[in-house]
């Protein structure tokens, strides 16, 4: 063999050499990598094999129902369709919400939001709509051979307000938990989707009425559509909510509505005065919570946040007002309180329809005056001229610190989301910072006499107070929920029983009494007891109140009105008040226990 053959065999055998081992390397990297894939690994990729072919879709809970005092129902749930998308990416999902939204009748607005929350979610289905109707899910079905995969269309109950706008304020809305609120506390454990109350007593006992979702699986194939229910994981079946009981009584809060006048603003609240059950809650204009159930339009939610009315504003529980002479109880209380008069204490200065102080002129109510009266006679007739000469022996010193101990500045405590404490300023270096050392001096403790100046309080907390001087003295806590224990007391208001006969028998006195100025709102089988106000209104016209309870002798019910821009309270809130105790004193009957819930 010559030596070129035997050299080119030896190159051969080496290549074959080196092909053979390099053979077993790959061979053995392979193994490697099936060992690690199928051994290794086996769980990881068999978890995101089911990651991709088999979807977990939330089962809502059915929220609890809500009843009034007598067991009417005022939310309950309906069945509903929610329409869901199991979107194989953001490209894809936008497919879907513009074909779907032929259908479903949805703005560009509506599909760049629910692509954002998708963006900020990418493993949750995406709930396109959650409160469809049949008609188009039919028309869902109808096209499913055209429409793109991942399209799911599920029943859910859907949450109903049979009274509509009646009770808005107090029950509120539901819809969908938002980023914010998934951070505060009381959602804690909450996941992005689910429906939450967001306003009202739906907020308030949410964990009680929510219940707990459950979960279901689906398989999808390589395109996303839907194969079928997956038998390879148990489902979870969904805990309904717990029903409640409310104080609220549906036929009271529609004689109100009646009454109030149509075209005007304002607000109503009536409490029993020894416990603090709210028996009506009314705030005008309103507006429909079922409008928000499966979530609200943009446009009209802006709509109803533009509106100058402010519907979506309870403005018995979070607006403050001047109150005007309802407030002279509280300063008469406070007089009474210090020493600084009696209820037969005269002023020096006798009613001639103004007071002149320091130079400058400060006006009663009527030119012509009231006279010499006592203070029985002055909260009978609301002589402000009388009360500008009180709050000077009181000083605005004791002012301040009257109100605090007569239970104002503090919130009423109210089973509400919001509850706004009122506005009174909390010392005389308020006044000094604001006008300056010397320029208020002269008219502060004369507005806050008369229930003006830098003094604005809610209805429901004028309604607390006058609770108080229905029934002891006690300052109930309002209660919505008639479920569970009574609520502790607010406090007490620093007067003996006697002060507080003297000051129900002046207020009797301002209905049924000559002079008094609410006579013509007296009851023929009860005796009403009363105070209205005027309240300066620097927008426009007064504003009217009333607050009264009856029967005078033992209060079964307590109630405030306010109508913005009624001008005089005896002729534009006082009738409201009048009527709705005497149809509650006429209809009243013994409630049915709600079923006790732990809390």
């Known amino acids: 063999m010559s030596p070129v053959i035997s050299t080119q065999a030896t190159q051969r055998q080496g290549r074959a050499l080196f092909a053979r081992w390099l053979a077993l390397l790959a061979i053995f990297a392979l193994g490697l990598q099936f060992f690690r894939i199928q051994v290794l690994k086996h769980t990881t990729y068999v978890l995101r094999s089911d990651e991709n072919r088999i ?97 799911v269309i599920e029943t859910a109950p859907k949450r109903h307000y049979p009274w509509g706008e009646l009770l808005a304020h107090v029950i509120g809305y539901v819809g969908e938990i938002g980023d914010e609120e998934l951070r505060l506390a009381e959602f804690e454990g909450y996941e992005p989707g689910r429906v939450v109350g967001r306003s009202g007593i739906e907020r308030v006992y949410d964990r009680l009425l929510a219940g707990t979702p459950g979960v279901r699986y689906v398989e999808v194939n390589a395109l996303g559509r839907l194969v079928g229910g997956f ?78 009315g402010r519907p979506l504003f309870n403005r018995a529980v979070s ?23 009696d209820i037969d204490t005269r002023m020096p200065i006798t009613c001639r329809g103004a007071l002149m102080y320091y130079g400058r002129v400060f006006k009663c109510w009527t030119p012509s005056g009231h006279g010499s009266l006592d203070l029985n006679g002055a909260i009978r007739e609301s002589c402000d001229v009388y009360f500008y000469q009180l709050g000077l022996k009181i000083t605005l010193e004791g002012m301040l610190e009257g109100v605090r101990e007569f239970g104002f500045t503090r919130p009423t405590g109210i089973d509400l989301p919001i509850d706004n404490a009122g506005i009174f300023p909390p010392d005389t270096a308020w006044y000094n910072r604001r006008y300056g050392p010397s320029g208020w001096t002269n008219s502060v403790v004369l507005n806050l006499a008369i229930g003006q100046g830098e003094n604005a309080q809610s209805p429901l907390k004028m309604t607390q107070f006058f609770a108080a001087l229905a029934s002891g003295g006690t300052l109930p806590t309002p209660r919505i929920s008639r479920d569970g224990p ?73 109630a405030a009105a306010i109508v913005e821009g009624g001008g005089h309270g005896s002729s534009a809130a006082a009738p409201i008040v009048s009527r709705l105790i005497a149809y509650y004193l006429e209809n009243q009957a013994p409630a049915p226990a709600g079923e006790a819930t732990a809390r």
């Not at 129902?65 to 894809?92: H, Q």
């Not at 607006?319 to 008069?341: N, R």
């Not at 009574?486 to 000559?514: F, H, K, T």
């Open 55 to 151: 979807r977990a879709l939330p089962v809502p809970a059915a929220r609890g129902s809500i009843y009034d005092r007598n067991g009417t129902v005022i939310a309950e749930n309906v069945p509903g369709y929610s329409i869901v998308a199991l979107p194989l990416s953001a490209d894809s999902l936008r497919v879907v919400l513009e074909q779907l939204a032929v259908i479903l009748g949805h703005s560009d607005e509506k599909i760049d939001g629910l692509m954002a929350n998708y963006r900020q979610h990418p493993n949750r289905p995406v709930v396109v709509e959650s409160d469809a109707t049949f008609s188009e899910v039919s028309a869902i079905e109808e096209r499913r051979a055209y429409l793109p995969g991942g399209i």
């Open 231 to 308: 038998r390879g994981r148990e489902p979870i079946a969904a805990t309904p909510g717990v029903d409640i009981h409310v104080n609220i009584d549906v036929g009271l809060q529609k004689v109100i509505a009646d009454l109030f006048p149509d075209t005007m603003r304002g607000a109503v609240v009536a409490l029993e005065p020894a416990s603090g059950a709210v028996l009506a809650m009314y705030s005008a204009p309103s507006f429909d919570p079922n409008v928000f159930v499966g979530g609200v339009e943009p446009s009209h939610w802006r709509t109803l946040n533009a509106d100058p």
């Open 319 to 341: 607006a403050t007002y001047a109150p005007g002479s309802t407030f002279k109880l509280v300063v008469a209380g406070i007089a009474m309180a210090e020493g600084d008069a």
């Open 486 to 558: 009574r609520a502790e007391p607010s406090g007490s208001l620093p007067l003996s029983d006697e002060q507080l006969d003297q000051l129900r028998n002046s207020l009797v006195e301002v209905v049924n009494a000559p002079g008094g100025t609410a006579r013509g709102s007296r009851l023929r089988r009860w005796t009403l007891a009363g105070k209205t106000g005027t309240a300066q209104n620097p927008h426009g016209e007064d504003h009217a109140w009333f607050l009264g309870f009856a029967p005078a002798e033992e209060p079964a019910i307590v």
